[in-house]
């Protein structure tokens, strides 16, 4: 049981390059989610997805696409990365609505738009 | 939407001292509130949430309690130990773990 396993750890992007950051659970999680953390900011919600074929707008949604084909999958697609794009981005995941169940949370990836 | 402020941004303490880190929130619907614990360059983990329908939650050297009149909620840290020394984060939600809003994190240092 390997948990929420992000990749990848670290990525360097130039401005205008477009990249997916990878995401899966192995925890049959119906609930997933990504969030960037910038310094004195905490977490922000990017996109989330309350099942497979289901996404929804968080906080902070431009710039980024996500899809989530299968229950265990949920990558995070930059289009045309922008320096404001600098960060550390976390997915996390978690059973569904009704027991409020903790979110788990992958190991991050630090991403630097040049 | 929700809107949580964390205070204070940074908190030293001597080593056996308490620790307390407060929250306010704004979202009357919100009934879930989380606390994170981050140490330096690893992901956030869960320490102890509470639920809006319970006052006070403890275990062990942490505790947290919600006054949902006042829309507010606190973290408590007895007899602080080294390994305390991190970011703690508060969150709330009116969805459960789902659309977490967090605020904005609290340094904290414990001095031995």
């Known amino acids: 049981n390997a948990g929420v396993t992000q990749t990848p750890k670290f990525q360097v992007l130039k401005t205008g390059q477009s990249m997916t950051l990878q995401c899966a659970q192995d925890?049959?999680?119906?609930?997933m989610s990504w969030y960037r953390q910038d310094p004195g900011m905490g977490l922000r919600l990017i996109h989330y997805?309350?099942?497979?074929?289901?996404?929804d707008q968080g906080e902070v949604p431009n710039g980024y696409n996500v899809s989530r084909s299968t229950t265990e999958d949920f990558p995070l697609r930059l289009l045309s990365a922008a320096p404001s794009q600098t960060s550390v981005y976390f997915c996390?995941?978690?059973?569904?609505?009704?027991?409020?169940?903790?979110?788990?949370f992958g190991d991050g990836t630090r991403l630097s738009i040049l | 939407g929700e809107n949580v402020e964390q205070h204070p941004s940074t908190l030293s303490v001597q080593e056996g001292d308490s620790a307390v880190i407060k929250c306010t929130y704004s979202?009357?619907?919100?009934?879930?509130f989380p606390w994170y614990k981050q140490e330096l360059g690893k992901r956030p983990q869960l320490i102890i949430d509470?639920?809006?329908?319970?006052g006070e939650k403890k275990d062990q050297r942490i505790a947290v309690t919600l006054n949902k009149t006042a829309k507010h909620f606190s973290l408590h840290i007895t007899e602080t130990q080294p390994e305390d020394s991190a970011v703690y984060f508060c969150?709330?939600?009116?969805?459960?773990?789902?659309?977490?809003?967090f605020g904005q994190g609290t340094r904290l240092t414990i001095n031995p």
């Open positions: 969150a709330a939600s009116s969805q459960g773990a789902q659309k977490l809003v």
């Open positions: 509470i639920r809006s329908n319970v």
């Open positions: 997805s309350v099942g497979a074929g289901i996404t």
């Open positions: 996390a995941s978690s059973y569904s609505q009704g027991n409020n169940q903790p979110q788990h």
């Open positions: 925890m049959n999680h119906e609930y």
């Open positions: 979202d009357s619907a919100s009934n879930y």
